[in-house]
């Protein structure tokens, strides 16, 4: 009889120390992946005089390739054009009557909500440290290629955004629009599609929400623990929370590690947006626009 009373209590120490192990096991991962961004806020705080912080991103927000409300047409898009992309063809597809015109109409959206007026020396300050697209080589014993020449704003603009200068910005803008017109409105001479081309060239650009503003900085990720943190954030681009019309939010199919968002302004143009992020990323995001219109994920 003894002889099974303690063949039980060993078996229930056992039980009870491995709940206890799977316990603290489970506290250790969530301590690991719970975050603060107050060492990104006292980045911040110095570029938004006035502002009070609700949300700093920890991670790069990026756009996705695909949205649900395109799927079929980029699939038949695909189609019809993966052989080429010519210019024309692109303009037909996005109803671009006038190139050249388009080309104002995109640095419109882009000079309101960049804060900058696309002069050379501002887009050089915000453009320094971005490498310069790479080139192709001329072929051998081809004539030198000559920089198409642009007037001062539409220079800057193409710096800005380290677009070819040996192309038409017409033609690179039309393919970028091509290329993400479904996770977007379909239009760059909106303010969802002023967002995409910053999206589209910088990398390390998280999203902060104001009491005032949406903005989009150019910071890069946190440096491990033992690294001194020497980043130096510039605002990309902002707008302010009133033009904002609804953000609809949903879990991603790996729910923790994917927080995909789709922000509609009020000229109704939309983006999507995917932030790789922890849940406790994704809460301090929700409470940030809480009193935004939208759909939110559920629990």
Same mark, same amino acid.
């Given at each position: 009889?003894?002889?099974?009373?303690?063949?039980?209590?060993?078996?229930?120490?056992?039980?009870?120390?491995?709940?206890?192990?799977?316990?603290?096991? /489970?506290?250790?991962?969530?301590?690991?992946?719970?975050?603060?961004?107050?060492?990104?806020?006292?980045?911040?705080?110095?570029?938004?005089?006035?502002? =009070?912080?609700?949300?700093?991103?920890?991670?790069? +927000?990026?756009?996705?390739?695909?949205?649900r409300a395109g799927s079929q047409l !980029?699939?038949?898009?695909?189609?019809?054009?993966?052989?080429?992309?010519?210019?024309? !063809?692109?303009?037909?597809?996005?109803?671009?009557?006038?190139? #050249?015109?388009?080309?104002?109409? +995109?640095?419109?959206?882009?000079?309101?909500?960049?804060?900058?007026?696309?002069?050379?020396?501002?887009?050089?300050?915000? /453009?320094?440290?971005?490498?310069?697209?790479?080139?192709?080589?001329?072929?051998?014993?081809?004539?030198?290629?000559?920089?198409?020449?642009?007037?001062?704003?539409?220079?800057?603009?193409?710096?800005?955004?380290?677009?070819?200068?040996?192309?038409?910005?017409?033609?690179?803008?039309?393919?970028? /629009?091509?290329?993400?017109?479904?996770?977007?409105?379909?239009?760059?001479?909106?303010?969802?599609?002023?967002?995409?081309?910053?999206?589209? &060239?910088?990398?390390?650009?998280?999203? #902060?929400?104001?009491?005032?503003?949406?903005?989009?900085?150019?910071?890069?990720?946190?440096?491990?623990?033992?690294?001194?943190?020497?980043?130096?954030?510039?605002?990309?681009?902002? #707008?302010? %929370?009133?033009?904002?019309?609804?953000?609809?939010? =949903?879990?991603? !199919?790996?729910?923790?590690?994917?927080?995909?968002?789709?922000?509609v302004f009020d000229d109704g143009s939309w983006i999507r947006i995917?932030?790789?992020?922890? %849940?406790?990323?994704?809460?301090?995001?929700?409470?940030? #626009? &809480?009193?935004?219109?939208?759909?939110?994920?559920?629990?």
């Amino acid at each position: 009889m003894s002889d099974g009373r303690s063949r039980l209590s060993r078996l229930t120490e056992a039980v009870l120390g491995g709940a206890r192990a799977a316990r603290d096991k /489970a506290r250790e991962l969530r301590d690991e992946f719970r975050t603060t961004d107050e060492p990104e806020r006292t980045l911040v705080a110095p570029l938004l005089p006035g502002e =009070e912080i609700r949300y700093v991103g920890l991670a790069p +927000v990026r756009a996705p390739e695909n949205h649900r409300a395109g799927s079929q047409l !980029a699939d038949r898009v695909n189609t019809e054009l993966a052989e080429a992309l010519d210019p024309r !063809a692109l303009f037909g597809l996005l109803n671009v009557v006038n190139p #050249v015109a388009w080309v104002d109409a +995109v640095m419109t959206p882009v000079r309101i909500a960049a804060g900058v007026l696309l002069l050379p020396g501002k887009a050089a300050v915000l /453009a320094a440290g971005t490498p310069e697209a790479a080139e192709p080589e001329p072929a051998p014993g081809a004539a030198p290629r000559e920089p198409l020449p642009l007037p001062a704003e539409q220079e800057a603009f193409r710096a800005l955004f380290r677009l070819s200068r040996y192309r038409p910005l017409a033609d690179q803008l039309a393919e970028i /629009a091509y290329r993400r017109r479904y996770v977007f409105s379909g239009d760059l001479a909106t303010l969802a599609g002023s967002l995409l081309l910053f999206l589209e &060239r910088y990398t390390g650009t998280p999203l #902060v929400v104001t009491d005032t503003h949406l903005h989009l900085l150019r910071m890069g990720r946190r440096p491990d623990p033992d690294r001194e943190d020497r980043r130096r954030p510039q605002v990309l681009w902002s #707008v302010q %929370r009133r033009r904002i019309a609804r953000i609809d939010s =949903e879990h991603g !199919a790996a729910r923790v590690v994917q927080f995909p968002s789709t922000i509609v302004f009020d000229d109704g143009s939309w983006i999507r947006i995917v932030n790789p992020a922890t %849940r406790d990323d994704q809460s301090r995001f929700l409470a940030a #626009v &809480r009193e935004l219109p939208g759909r939110r994920p559920t629990t």
